[in-house]
Nanobody, 126 residues
Framework: QVQLTQSGGGLVQAGGSLRLACTAS??????????VGWFRQAPGKERTFVGA????????VYADSVKGRFTISRSDAQDTVYLQMDNLKPEDTALYYC?????????????????WGQGTQVTVSA
């Protein structure tokens, strides 16, 4: 099991930036061997894929809705994965979750992740 703690988020005006962090606690495990995904859930809507980084070959994928605006990076030395969000839009408003798994495929499927952060709110005002 991996425990994930999220930080960052908050309220920002449209066009602004925020950075979310997802820090892992994995006693006896190597976080660099985990793929990490970011998902979001707006009120009354289903949880959707934002982006993910695979632990193998540095594969990073994004949802079309955030491509070119969001950037995922990771620091295995700090056991942390970041989601840098630029040029934010009101439709980006949601509760954001990070998740981790040991597999490196099907990164966009929430149901295949077994470890989840607590969620952090991002609100973008018009």
């Amino acid at each position: 099991q991996v425990q994930l703690t999220q930080s960052g988020g908050g309220l920002v005006q449209a066009g602004g930036s925020l950075r979310l962090a997802c820090t892992a606690s994995a006693p006896g495990r190597t976080f660099s061997r985990y793929s990490v995904g970011w998902f979001r859930q707006a009120p009354g809507k289903e949880r959707t894929f934002v982006g993910a980084t695979s632990w193998t070959n540095d594969n990073i994928v994004y949802a079309d809705s955030v491509k070119g605006r969001f950037t995922i990076s990771r620091s295995d030395a700090q056991d942390t994965v970041y989601l840098q969000m630029d040029n934010l839009k009101p439709e980006d408003t949601a509760l954001y979750y990070c998740a981790a798994k040991s597999e490196y495929v099907n990164l966009d499927i929430a149901g295949l992740y077994s470890n989840w952060g607590q969620g952090t709110q991002v609100t973008v005002s018009a």
